[in-house]
């Protein structure tokens, strides 16, 4: 069983970072390598190695940049992946998918058992297996053990 989560709005507060539509509009990858977090990453991490040890593949599916080139799909990649580094250091993913924006993101599923955090609800409705909001991540993974 896969648990995966999305990054822009699930763990990372993209959003929040100051100037970040504007950013992302000029190319720039700042807000995705600066953007606090959303959830208590130390006790994020602890779930996520005990969910690992338990059996279940641990994953990241996220979008790249709605307006993007290469060179800045390149910069984003390295930008959200130095994100996880930094702050889910621990943690040793299964897979992290970083695809073009508005890509079906059930193409990581492989059972109608497997778990989508996601603040999009189009994503989750499409998901196809069960998909969760943000608002009890943590909650939810106590329950899975």
């Known amino acids: 069983m896969r ?6 709005g699930t763990i990372a507060n993209l959003y929040g970072v100051e100037n970040w539509l504007e950013m992302l509009i000029a190319h720039d990858p700042t ?18 190695n005990k969910l690992q040890n338990l059996g279940y593949e641990i994953g990241i599916i996220s979008w790249l940049s709605k307006d993007s080139s290469k060179e800045y799909d390149d910069a984003v990649i390295k930008a959200k992946k130095g994100w996880l580094k930094k702050r889910l250091k621990s943690v040793n993913f299964d ?6 924006y508005g890509t079906d993101k059930n ?11 996601d603040d999009e609800k189009k ?9 969760y909001d943000v608002d009890n991540i943590i909650e ?4 899975l053990m």
Do not use: E
């Open 95 to 100: 897979f992290i998918k970083i695809v073009p």
């Open 31 to 48: 807000p995705y390598k600066n953007a606090d977090t959303l959830v208590n990453m130390s006790l994020l991490a602890r779930l996520l």
């Open 123 to 131: 994503n989750r409705m499409d998901w196809g297996g069960v998909a």
């Open 140 to 143: 939810v993974l106590k329950g």
């Open 3 to 8: 648990i995966c989560f999305d990054m822009d």
């Open 107 to 117: 193409i990581v599923r492989k059972s109608d058992l497997d778990i989508l955090f």
